[in-house]
């Protein structure tokens, strides 16, 4: 079943002379449960692709499907709430709140819904991420792969039917980067989450069960693995 339709999307940036297309019609769609790589090189609309299916940007035209609604029909108040519930989105960067620790920083999309945390939750993933007694730690007295997992943590923390990932690793060691990919693996494996993840590394995209390769915004190869 295809939880997600991306049908001739476009974006461009600036007018006239000075307009990019960051992305050219770009048309897929992805299966309840599957895992797939997006590859390209640095300007190939990657990021500008995760940010659109994310409800981050709007794009210039074309629709993106989630559970057969298009999610630009709503507001941007609704888009909010969407990438609070129905998304999870791990950048990079970490993005965490500097001055709240760590199950604050997780806990953050569930009370800025208003909603009660489910404690269960909470300590399932602290266990799986590994961040048993540093609860109360903030960002800076964390490793790197620590803040990671704590942002795997807030994107999981909904429980999301996607989880989409801009270079998860591209600030990590490969030891680290071994055991974010493996959570990540195994939350698309034992929870059946949708999972997609925009990588340079080809060890990543090896792990995937589809990979699509981008060039110049738009899709140059789509290739299901096993």
């Known amino acids: 079943m295809d939880i997600l339709?991306?049908?001739?999307?476009?974006?461009?940036?600036?007018?006239?002379?000075?307009?990019?297309?960051?992305?050219?019609?770009?048309?897929?769609?992805?299966?309840?449960?599957?895992?797939i790589a997006i590859v390209g090189a640095s300007g190939s609309g990657k990021s500008t692709l995760m940010h659109l299916i994310g409800g981050v940007d709007r794009p210039t035209s074309g629709t993106v499907r989630m559970n057969g609604e298009d999610i630009f029909k709503r507001t941007d108040e609704q888009l909010a709430i969407f990438r609070r519930r129905e998304?999870?989105?791990?950048?990079q960067f970490y993005n965490?709140?500097?001055?709240?620790?760590?199950?604050?920083?997780?806990?953050?999309?569930?009370?800025?819904?208003?909603?009660?945390?489910?404690e269960e939750r909470l300590g399932s993933l602290l266990h799986a991420l590994d961040l048993e007694g540093r609860e109360h730690h903030l960002p800076n007295q964390l490793s790197g792969g620590q803040q990671q997992r704590v942002a795997i943590g807030r994107a999981l923390m909904n429980a999301p039917s996607i989880v989409l990932a801009d270079?998860?690793?591209?600030?990590?060691?490969?030891?680290?980067?071994?055991e974010i990919m493996g959570l990540l693996c195994a939350s698309n494996r034992d929870l059946r989450q949708t999972l997609i993840v925009i990588t340079?590394?080809?060890?990543?995209?090896?792990?995937?069960?589809?990979?699509?390769?981008?060039?110049?915004?738009?899709?140059?190869?789509d290739e299901r693995r096993g």
Do not use: C, W
């Not at 990979?211 to 190869?221: F, K, P, T, W, Y």
């Open 5 to 35: 339709s991306i049908e001739h999307l476009t974006k461009i940036y600036g007018a006239g002379e000075a307009a990019t297309h960051a992305l050219d019609d770009v048309s897929f769609t992805v299966q309840a449960g599957d895992f």
């Open 87 to 91: 998304v999870g989105l791990v950048y």
């Open 96 to 118: 965490l709140i500097p001055v709240l620790d760590v199950v604050e920083n997780m806990t953050l999309p569930v009370r800025l819904d208003g909603r009660t945390v489910g």
């Open 167 to 178: 270079e998860p690793t591209g600030n990590l060691d490969s030891k680290n980067s071994a």
């Open 200 to 221: 340079h590394d080809e060890d990543i995209a090896l792990m995937a069960h589809r990979v699509i390769a981008l060039e110049d915004g738009r899709i140059v190869a």
